[in-house]
């Protein structure tokens, strides 16, 4: 059993003793609760292993349909797994709190609380037997003034409250009549900075909504609404095979939506952005998704264990952290050397199966990692998509598909991703309903 100080409501410096588990079950600190995080802790052995999981979010996000959540598509709980269930059946310790210092040498881990219910910081020392960092990343920014203020991001289920809450409140303004028509027209104007899969799954959800939704439910507001899709590369979808991206560039345009390639914002502002031309472009809502940057604390870290950039933990093809004793890092905290992989959801959760299944049969990695690509999905809006879909190990699509056969894909690729029967029945019960009611507008 781990040794915890009783808590107090000043700042502390608390510390779990894994001395007294030695012998008998080997310490593992997992820090963050995403892709990967959640499905090492799922299928480590827990016979043979004392978990301990730290995060700040106590769920898993299932972030593939993180963009229905913004229109009510679907509703956010639906794809979110809780932590606390899943530590209950298992018997290993969760604990919500932020890691801001890991000490490689002596094995311990500085953590946060995230607890708002006190009103100062309090503190504890974590150490372990083994490390399993999996923190995720934080939106990228570039640095463009104004983003942290002024835009959304879409990366957390709060994200996804917060983007359906704005998109609510500028359609309920751009309903009063008495405001100059220019105004509300700037109300509805909706800009994505971003071409990936996030961005234009988002843009499609919203074109859907203003379709089957909006017109009914907000008659005011009318024909109004316009969607900017801003992206700086010569293309949407870069990371899809260039006929499934022209389809897709092309679909989002059919329906309306004013895609904008080689497009650079220079600064965001309350109520417009400013385009690299020197274009102002007045707006009620700007969602930035333009990739993932690197989390504040690896601003701590030895350089040593870092890559080239400083962006991401180094490691070699076992996972392992680079000049660190029992310590790995997976997912888009970590960047394996001499293999450049996309910081994506299933690299993530491979990474995870694959560190539980070595420590549970050999107690470290014996076999390098190999990442096999399950294909790519994307939904395009209007019941449309594109899918590059692999049937074998060899991670090349064997096949191509777009239109209505992909959003089926699509569909069913997910579903069945979902990480528990709880999920199975909400998402298309939720996805039902939105078909046979509408999507739910209201601002909670």
Same mark, same amino acid.
């Given at each position: ?201 988002? &843009?499609?959800?919203?074109? %859907?909504? =203003? *379709? ?9 507001? /009318? +024909?109004?609404? @316009? ?84 962006? &991401?933990?180094?490691?070699? %093809?076992? =996972? *392992? ?9 997976? /997912? +888009?905290?970590? @960047? ?109």
């Amino acid at each position: 059993m781990h040794c915890l100080t009783r808590p107090t409501l000043r700042p502390t410096n608390q510390r779990f003793c894994s001395a007294s588990i030695r012998g008998v079950k080997q310490h593992v600190l997992v820090l963050g609760s995403g892709w990967g995080s959640y499905r090492f802790a799922r299928d480590l052995n827990h016979d043979k292993y004392k978990l301990t999981m730290v995060s700040p979010r106590d769920h898993m996000l299932f972030t593939p349909l993180l963009a229905s959540t913004t229109v009510g598509t679907l509703e956010h709980r639906s794809i979110i797994e809780p932590v606390r269930p899943s530590a209950a059946k298992n018997g290993w310790r969760y604990l919500q709190a932020e890691a801001t210092a890991i000490d490689f040498a002596t094995k311990t881990v500085s953590c946060t609380y995230s607890q708002p219910v006190f009103s100062e910081d309090r503190s504890v020392n974590l150490t372990y037997d083994k490390l399993v960092v999996g923190i995720g990343a934080v939106p990228n920014t570039f640095g463009v003034p104004g983003v942290i203020e002024h835009a959304f991001f879409l990366k957390e289920a709060e994200d996804g409250r917060a983007i359906r809450r704005r998109i609510h409140d500028c359609l309920e303004a751009a309903s009063d009549t008495t405001l100059p028509e220019q105004t509300r027209q700037e109300l509805t104007n909706f800009v994505v900075v971003g071409g990936g899969p996030t961005g234009v799954e988002f &843009a499609a959800e919203l074109t %859907d909504f =203003l *379709r089957q939704d909006c017109t009914r439910l907000y008659p005011e507001v /009318g +024909d109004m609404p @316009r969607i900017h899709l801003l992206e700086a590369g010569h293309g949407v979808l870069s990371s899809f095979d260039s006929q499934l991206a022209d389809h897709a560039l092309k679909k989002l345009r059919q329906q309306d939506c004013d895609v904008r390639l080689e497009e650079s914002v220079r600064e965001v502002r309350s109520d417009r952005v400013v385009l690299g031309s020197g274009e102002e472009m007045r707006c009620g809502l700007v969602v930035w998704s333009t990739g993932v940057g690197p989390r504040a604390i690896l601003q701590s870290i030895d350089p040593s264990h870092l890559s080239e950039r400083q962006q &991401a933990f180094a490691t070699d %093809d076992h =996972l *392992r952290v680079t000049n660190a004793a029992d310590a790995y890092a997976i /997912g +888009d905290c970590a @960047r394996i050397l001499g293999n450049k992989l996309a910081p994506i959801a299933q690299v993530a959760e491979q990474e995870g199966a694959y560190l539980a299944a070595e420590l549970n049969a050999h107690g470290h990695p014996a076999e390098p990692f190999k990442f096999a690509s399950k294909g790519m999905l994307a939904y395009l809006g209007n019941y449309g998509g594109v899918a590059a879909v692999s049937l074998d190990a060899s991670s090349t699509p064997s096949m191509k598909m777009s239109g209505f056969i992909a959003w089926l894909v699509w569909r069913t690729g997910y579903l069945t991703k979902l990480g528990s029967w709880r999920s199975r029945l909400q998402v298309p019960f939720d996805w039902l309903k939105t078909l046979l009611l509408g999507r739910d507008t209201s601002r909670l």
